[in-house]
């Protein structure tokens, strides 16, 4: 069975940064990324990286995050710098595998507050 697992939320002031990490079953993934939903409002895509290394990232996060994976691509990172309170977020990982199927991490809470 596929998993996801996710690390590294918490609660960080204004301006500051944090690391979100999340480690995948050892499976051939195509595209690997971060997904975010506040309360009240839709999930959204953050950023995601191709497997050639083509990258896509959210307006309101280019620029701040960025997002990286690891040899043997099964892991992904997401660095976020000058955060800000519209970023409070449950934060999901997301991978899809080369035969399309989609996965997703049971998410982690991030809060930007002073």
């Known amino acids: 069975q596929v998993q996801l697992v996710e690390s590294g939320g918490g609660l960080v002031q204004p301006g500051g940064s944090l690391r979100l990490s999340c480690v995948g079953s050892?499976?051939?993934?195509?595209?690997m990324g971060w997904y975010r939903q506040a309360p009240g409002n839709q999930r959204e895509l953050v950023a995601q990286?191709?497997?050639?290394?083509?990258?896509t990232y959210a307006d309101s996060v280019k620029g701040r995050f960025t997002v990286s994976t690891e040899d043997p691509k099964a892991t992904v990172y997401l660095q976020m710098n000058s955060l800000k309170p519209e970023d409070t977020a449950v934060y999901y990982c997301?991978?899809?595998?080369?035969?399309?199927?989609?996965?997703w991490g049971q998410g982690t809470q991030v809060t930007v507050s002073s």
């Open positions: 997301y991978a899809r595998s080369l035969t399309r199927n989609e996965y």
């Open positions: 050892k499976i051939l993934y195509s595209i």
């Open positions: 990286i191709i497997r050639d290394g083509t990258t």
